[in-house]
C-alpha cells in the first residue's frame, strides 16, 4: 500500500467531500421517479467507480491503478452531479451556491490536479 505523498489542505478536502454528498444523494433522489435502475446506476459511478480506481500516491489504498487525467474527470464528475442535482431539486438561489461553490472548489483543486496531471 502506498503512502500518500502530499496532504491537501482540509479545506479543499471538505468542500469537495460537501459537494460529493450534494450529487451522492440528490441525483438518486430526483432520479427515482423516472427509473430506479439510473438512479441507483448513477450512485454506483459516482461512489463505486471512485472508490476502486485511483491514482497511486494520490491517496493510501489504491485498488486499480489510473493516470492523474482519470481521477479528475472523476472529480469533475462528481462535481458535475453536485450541481445537476442543486438545479434539479432546490431553490434557484441554493442551486447558484452550489454552482459557486463548485467552481471554488475548482480552485482548491487546481494544486491537486497539476500534481496529478504532471505524473
Known sequence: MEKQQHAEPWYAT???AGLELVGW???????????VLLAIGVDVLLIGVPALLQTP???????????GWVTVLMVLAELAGAVTAARLLF?????????????????????????LLSR
Do not use: F, N, Q
Open 14 to 16: 471538505a468542500l469537495r
Open 25 to 35: 444523494i440528490g441525483l438518486p433522489i430526483a432520479l427515482w421517479p423516472h427509473s
Open 57 to 67: 500516491g494520490d491517496k493510501p489504498g489504491t485498488v486499480v491503478a489510473v493516470p
Open 91 to 115: 431553490p434557484g438561489w441554493a442551486a447558484v451556491l452550489v454552482t459557486l461553490l463548485a467552481l471554488a472548489c475548482c480552485g482548491t483543486e487546481m494544486p491537486r490536479w497539476r500534481r
